[in-house]
């Protein structure tokens, strides 16, 4: 990974020089588990937050978990994609950080998100939109299990986290940076979710809008991830008519 930037605007150089060199060393250290999946190490260490995930994004229907440090921050990526709200969501919507410092005072505003955080243990969430360009590519997710703000050289270190984590994006989309693994060995792959909403649009001539919003709904109303179900509706273990209105 080279160390120009994403595209998150004007970055420290010595910040990014430093960030950078925490990422290298530890692809050196532990061999190369992808560059994204490093860039969430540096994040959990270096912004004292207990979780990190990396998260494409293109569209409501459209996302991919990129890396994860580890079960909660995966688990916290799929509601959101379940219930189609959450701080990840709204930064990538809005295009601009989202800083929650105590999830008890968000006031239901994420509802399905917030609960299921807080019975994680999470108090805090901050969410920075990653840009490529003038094209957002996805999201940095942090969390944190104490509440309180991030500090003033947390936010500048987590900015330059953002950058590089949309280098590391654009990097480990490379042809080389996968060799050896198929495609289902990418963590969080959502191309399933596609396909199974094509499958219900079809059976009940509806829109692929539509069927993915009864989809996301069927998920959330059985406490099933949108990916189990996907899975379940190509291997007919689902009567569509279960999706009817």
């Given at each position: 990974?080279?160390a120009?930037?994403?595209?998150?605007g004007v970055v420290?150089?010595?910040?990014?020089?430093?960030?950078?060199r925490?990422v290298?060393?530890?692809?050196?250290?532990?061999?190369?588990p992808?560059w994204?999946?490093?860039v969430?190490?540096?994040a959990?260490?270096?912004l004292?937050v207990?979780?990190a995930a990396?998260?494409?994004?293109?569209s409501?229907?459209?996302q991919e978990?990129a890396?994860?440090s580890g079960q909660c921050?995966?688990?916290?990526?799929e509601?959101?994609y379940?219930?189609?709200?959450g701080?990840?969501?709204?930064?990538?919507?809005?295009?601009?950080?989202?800083l929650?410092?105590?999830?008890a005072?968000?006031?239901q505003?994420?509802?399905?998100?917030e609960?299921a955080?807080v019975?994680?243990?999470v108090?805090a969430?901050f969410?920075?939109?990653l840009?490529g360009?003038?094209?957002?590519?996805?999201?940095l997710?942090l969390y944190?299990r104490?509440?309180?703000?991030?500090?003033?050289?947390?936010?500048a270190d987590?900015?330059?986290?953002?950058?590089l984590?949309?280098?590391?994006?654009l990097t480990?989309?490379?042809?080389h940076?996968?060799a050896?693994r198929?495609?289902?060995?990418l963590?969080?792959?959502y191309?399933?979710?596609n396909?199974a909403?094509g499958?219900?649009a079809?059976e009940l001539q509806i829109?692929?809008?539509?069927a993915f919003l009864r989809?996301?709904?069927?998920?959330?109303?059985?406490?099933q991830?949108?990916l189990d179900?996907?899975h379940?509706v190509?291997?007919?273990?689902?009567?569509v008519?279960a999706f009817q209105?």
């Amino acid at each position: 990974m080279s160390a120009r930037g994403g595209g998150n605007g004007v970055v420290d150089g010595g910040r990014h020089r430093r960030l950078l060199r925490q990422v290298t060393e530890r692809a050196q250290r532990r061999g190369f588990p992808g560059w994204a999946g490093l860039v969430c190490d540096v994040a959990v260490t270096e912004l004292a937050v207990d979780a990190a995930a990396i998260t494409l994004r293109t569209s409501a229907r459209a996302q991919e978990l990129a890396a994860a440090s580890g079960q909660c921050a995966r688990r916290l990526e799929e509601i959101q994609y379940t219930v189609g709200v959450g701080p990840g969501v709204e930064a990538f919507d809005m295009g601009s950080p989202v800083l929650m410092a105590d999830l008890a005072e968000a006031h239901q505003r994420w509802p399905g998100f917030e609960d299921a955080a807080v019975a994680d243990g999470v108090s805090a969430v901050f969410a920075f939109p990653l840009l490529g360009g003038a094209v957002q590519v996805g999201v940095l997710d942090l969390y944190r299990r104490r509440p309180g703000e991030l500090s003033a050289d947390q936010l500048a270190d987590a900015a330059v986290l953002a950058d590089l984590a949309t280098t590391a994006l654009l990097t480990d989309a490379a042809p080389h940076a996968t060799a050896g693994r198929t495609w289902d060995d990418l963590p969080g792959h959502y191309d399933d979710v596609n396909v199974a909403t094509g499958v219900l649009a079809a059976e009940l001539q509806i829109s692929v809008e539509n069927a993915f919003l009864r989809l996301r709904a069927h998920a959330f109303s059985t406490g099933q991830a949108v990916l189990d179900v996907a899975h379940a509706v190509l291997s007919h273990q689902f009567d569509v008519d279960a999706f009817q209105d």
